[in-house]
């Protein structure tokens, strides 16, 4: 995950160099990267039924834990 942040951070910053710290945050956030791995995945042509299933756990993980930094942000717990 801490490649993909570099990778995304580096080729936002090569495509525009002028881009501000809080442009370059915003591109890494969860949310944001979720719908990176899809791309990632297709791009490397990493399309198999294996690899798709792996993209799909990493992307449950990381909206698990994005889910549980906004309910610690507004003070709930999870629903079960």
Known sequence: MELMKKLVRNMVKD???DATEEELNDC???????????IFYEVSGMTDEENLAKAEKIKSALEQRREAIERARQGTRPTT
């Open 28 to 38: 890494l956030r969860l949310k944001t990267l979720l719908s990176l791995i899809d």
């Open 15 to 17: 495509s525009i160099p």
